[in-house]
């Protein structure tokens, strides 16, 4: 049976749930509010660089395989993936490096530099992350927690796998050296969690690495968005730029409620069987969705839900290339002085602009020279920042902070960065409320702590209503690619009971 989908958005959840729904020969339809496809991964492009807003690394290339062969085309012909090796470059503050890729004994010989006697505990380390890794992405990660009892049945599972640690706390049970904790622990932050915070079962984030390896699309990962575009619109998919949705309409009341469709800020009104949000899920509810319609998330209730941290970015080009001389790699992640200090100031302590930073730096020229022009450099620097919620004005701290990372580069990673610099500009929490229409600013939706996860989290379909559904960062399993592409599987297999009957 042929429905018509509406979806709102156009990140990396809705692009694979069209792409999904569109091979099962639905009609589908995506609004989007800004110029192209994308969402976080809009792509910037200016003086001859381009510059990808947001996602750089690919670590389930599989994932977008698996959605090309199921619209009976293969994704290589649309988009190239290329491997990074190492993985990262992780500084430490006095700027000594330790790299990491998938090479066991090559990481060994790393950890050996900094702190044999870790060696044996970094393997025992790999060997429980593997079960988690079996059981919390293999076998959770598609499938949807509509239930108490889908939490209830997979609790035994949590608790002996020590779920109800965080990933820091757990990986200290086996890895002692200070530094290397930061290097095996980072990685809750590349999906918004504070690694103090986050439950352990994200540790698995590096087996899930050292499984699939870190990849990198040719022409950046807007290359990605473009290939997922050609493909959609081949399949019949209708893709509506430069229109933001106004509102869901809904009829109905109490469990009859469903909603008819979408109302477009021109005000036109768009029919269909069932909607698809890819947007910010606190945005969509409190703000595209009448209060009437929502017993569950109330704008209190929403309000009161713990968001992650925001993000500054800034983008920029030089008229030098430095990657020849080989101190810094692709993707370069430099740890500032303090680690759970800094992350408190970030998640906590009312939201402090901390004075030091840790940053990921992004050089992705240094594997594919076409994002700048000849002889010249593409970069981005991120740094995660506390959330609108902690009062800072971005309005007049923004270039300042600006100005704080581009002269510690500069004396530290980049030497003579100032003088040559010849585009740039950047984006704060405040593009993250305004332009993306993320509560508060958040750059990844609910903050992914225990409470906040699984059955915890918005479901996939709408506790409100049975044919809304939703994708992206903000409901389960949660951000990162992986995570948003699981999403996309989930809102294609529930529509696809749904039609059965």
């Given at each position: 049976?042929?429905?018509?989908?509406?979806?709102?958005?156009?990140?990396?959840?809705?692009?694979?749930?069209?792409?999904?729904?569109?091979?099962?020969?639905?009609?589908?339809?995506?609004?989007?509010?800004?110029?192209?496809?994308?969402?976080?991964?809009?792509?910037?492009?200016?003086?001859?660089?381009?510059?990808?807003?947001?996602?750089?690394?690919?670590?389930?290339?599989?994932?977008?395989?698996?959605?090309?062969?199921?619209?009976?085309?293969?994704?290589?012909?649309?988009?190239?993936?290329?491997?990074?090796?190492?993985?990262?470059?992780?500084?430490?503050?006095?700027?000594?490096?330790?790299?990491?890729?998938?090479?066991?004994?090559?990481?060994?010989?790393?950890?050996?530099?900094?702190?044999?006697?870790?060696?044996?505990?970094?393997?025992?380390?790999?060997?429980?992350?593997?079960?988690?890794?079996?059981?919390?992405?293999?076998?959770?990660?598609?499938?949807?927690?509509?239930?108490?009892?889908?939490?209830?049945?997979?609790?035994?599972?949590?608790?002996?796998?020590?779920?109800?640690?965080?990933?820091?706390?757990?990986?200290?049970?086996?890895?002692?050296?200070?530094?290397?904790?930061?290097?095996?622990?980072?990685?809750?932050?590349?999906?918004?969690?504070?690694?103090?915070?986050?439950?352990?079962i994200y540790a698995m984030i590096?087996?899930?690495?050292?499984?699939?390896?870190?990849?990198?699309?040719?022409?950046?990962?807007?290359?990605?968005?473009?290939?997922?575009?050609?493909?959609?619109?081949?399949?019949?998919?209708?893709?509506?730029?430069?229109?933001?949705?106004?509102?869901?309409?809904?009829?109905?009341?109490?469990?009859?409620?469903?909603?008819?469709?979408?109302?477009?800020?021109?005000?036109?009104?768009?029919?269909?069987?069932?909607?698809?949000?890819?947007?910010?899920?606190?945005?969509?509810?409190?703000?595209?969705?009448?209060?009437?319609?929502?017993?569950?998330?109330?704008?209190?209730?929403?309000?009161?839900?713990?968001?992650?941290?925001?993000?500054?970015?800034?983008?920029?080009?030089?008229?030098?290339?430095?990657?020849?001389?080989?101190?810094?790699?692709?993707?370069?992640?430099?740890?500032?002085?303090?680690?759970?200090?800094?992350?408190?100031?970030?998640?906590?302590?009312?939201?402090?602009?901390?004075?030091?930073?840790?940053?990921?730096?992004?050089?992705?020229?240094?594997?594919?020279?076409?994002?700048?022009?000849?002889?010249?450099?593409?970069?981005?620097?991120?740094?995660?920042?506390?959330?609108?919620?902690?009062?800072?004005?971005?309005?007049?701290?923004?270039?300042?902070?600006?100005?704080?990372?581009?002269?510690?580069?500069?004396?530290?990673?980049?030497?003579?960065?100032k003088e040559h610099i010849v585009?740039?500009?950047?984006?704060?929490?405040?593009?993250?409320?305004?332009?993306?229409?993320?509560?508060?600013?958040?750059?990844?939706?609910?903050?992914?702590?225990?409470?906040?996860?699984?059955?915890?989290?918005?479901?996939?379909?709408?506790?409100?209503?049975?044919?809304?559904?939703?994708?992206?960062?903000?409901?389960?399993?949660?951000?990162?690619?992986?995570?948003?592409?699981?999403?996309?599987?989930?809102?294609?297999?529930?529509?696809?009971?749904?039609?059965?009957?």
């Open positions: 049976m042929k429905r018509t989908i509406t979806i709102i958005g156009s990140g990396f959840g809705a692009l694979g749930a069209a792409a999904r729904l569109l091979a099962d020969g639905h009609h589908v339809k995506i609004y989007e509010a800004r110029d192209k496809l994308g969402g976080r991964a809009y792509t910037y492009e200016q003086d001859g660089f381009r510059f990808d807003g947001g996602p750089t690394i690919i670590t389930a290339p599989w994932m977008f395989d698996e959605i090309w062969e199921k619209a009976g085309r293969k994704r290589e012909d649309y988009v190239q993936f290329v491997k990074c090796d190492p993985f990262y470059r992780i500084f430490d503050h006095e700027g000594r490096h330790f790299d990491y890729n998938d090479d066991e004994m090559f990481i060994l010989q790393e950890i050996d530099k900094r702190n044999p006697d870790d060696k044996a505990g970094y393997l025992n380390f790999m060997k429980t992350t593997k079960k988690i890794f079996q059981k919390g992405f293999v076998e959770l990660a598609d499938k949807p927690f509509l239930s108490p009892m889908d939490m209830v049945k997979v609790a035994p599972d949590l608790i002996r796998m020590q779920s109800y640690k965080s990933v820091y706390s757990y990986l200290s049970q086996y890895v002692k050296d200070p530094f290397l904790r930061q290097v095996f622990s980072f990685h809750p932050l590349l999906v918004g969690g504070n690694p103090f915070d986050t439950p352990s590096h087996y899930l690495e050292r499984e699939w390896g870190v990849w990198y699309a040719l022409g950046g990962t807007g290359a990605l968005v473009d290939a997922f575009e050609r493909l959609i619109r081949e399949l019949g998919g209708e893709i509506h730029l430069d229109t933001p949705v106004d509102e869901i309409v809904v009829d109905g009341e109490g469990r009859r409620r469903r909603a008819t469709g979408i109302r477009l800020a021109s005000g036109d009104f768009v029919a269909a069987d069932d909607v698809i949000s890819n947007a910010d899920v606190a945005n969509t509810y409190m703000n595209l969705i009448d209060a009437r319609h929502r017993r569950k998330y109330t704008d209190n209730k929403l309000r009161r839900m713990d968001y992650t941290m925001s993000l500054f970015v800034w983008y920029f080009g030089t008229n030098k290339q430095y990657r020849h001389d080989e101190h810094l790699k692709h993707h370069n992640i430099i740890l500032g002085p303090r680690y759970e200090g800094l992350l408190k100031d970030i998640f906590k302590n009312d939201g402090r602009l901390a004075d030091d930073f840790s940053l990921y730096l992004h050089m992705p020229s240094y594997t594919d020279p076409n994002m700048a022009p000849e002889g010249h450099e593409a970069f981005y620097v991120l740094s995660p920042v506390p959330n609108l919620k902690s009062g800072i004005d971005w309005r007049t701290q923004a270039e300042g902070y600006r100005d704080k990372i581009r002269d510690f580069l500069e004396a530290n990673y980049l030497p003579g960065l585009t740039e500009h950047f984006i704060d929490p405040l593009h993250f409320q305004t332009t993306l229409r993320s509560f508060q600013g958040n750059a990844f939706a609910f903050e992914p702590k225990l409470t906040q996860s699984a059955w915890f989290r918005p479901h996939n379909r709408s506790e409100e209503m049975p044919n809304l559904y939703f994708v992206g960062a903000g409901t389960h399993p949660g951000g990162g690619l992986p995570g948003v592409l699981s999403s996309s599987k989930i809102a294609d297999d529930l529509i696809r009971e749904s039609v059965a009957g």
